[in-house]
Nanobody, 124 residues
Framework: QVQLAESGGGSVHAGGSLKLSCTVS????????LGWFRQVPGMERELGAI????????TYADSVKGRFTISRGDAKNTLHLDMDGVKAEDTAMYYC?????????????????WGQGTQVTVSS
C-alpha cells in the first residue's frame, strides 16, 4: 500500500524558515517523480517544486524559486522542502505527491499518489 505522510508544517513569521518532510512507503522511492504542490481554499492546487526521477533534475514555480529547495533523503525514503524567506502568500496546505511516469512540467491532476497535506501559515 502506497502511503505519503507529510510533516513539518506550522506557523512561522514572514522572513523565517520552515522544513517540510514527506515520508514515502510502498513504492520504489528512487524510481518515482516526486513533488510538492500547495493549495489555498477556493483556489486551484499549484506547483511548489518537483524532483525528477533523475536526482539532479528539479523545477520550481517562479513564486518560490530561490527561496525553496526540494530534495530527496534517499536513506529514509523522505522528500524534503526547505522553505526560506517565507512570505504571507506562501500560506497554504502543502501536499506531497508521487508518480512513476512523472516529469518536471506535469500538472497536478496527472500525479497518481498524494498525501493528506500539512498546513503552513505565514504571519506578517
Amino acid at each position: 500500500q502506497v502511503q505519503l505522510a507529510e510533516s513539518g508544517g506550522g506557523s512561522v513569521h514572514a522572513g523565517g524558515s520552515l522544513k517540510l518532510s514527506c515520508t514515502v512507503s510502498g513504492l520504489p522511492f528512487a524510481e518515482y517523480c516526486l513533488g510538492w504542490f500547495r493549495q489555498v481554499p477556493g483556489m486551484e492546487r499549484e506547483l511548489g517544486a518537483i524532483a525528477g526521477i533523475d536526482d539532479d533534475s528539479t523545477t520550481y514555480a517562479d513564486s518560490v524559486k530561490g527561496r525553496f529547495t526540494i530534495s530527496r533523503g534517499d536513506a529514509k525514503n523522505t522528500l524534503h522542502l526547505d522553505m526560506d524567506g517565507v512570505k504571507a502568500e506562501d500560506t497554504a496546505m502543502y501536499y506531497c505527491t508521487a508518480d512513476p511516469r512523472g516529469w518536471l512540467g506535469m500538472p497536478s491532476s496527472d500525479f497518481k499518489y498524494w498525501g493528506q497535506g500539512t498546513q503552513v501559515t505565514v504571519s506578517s
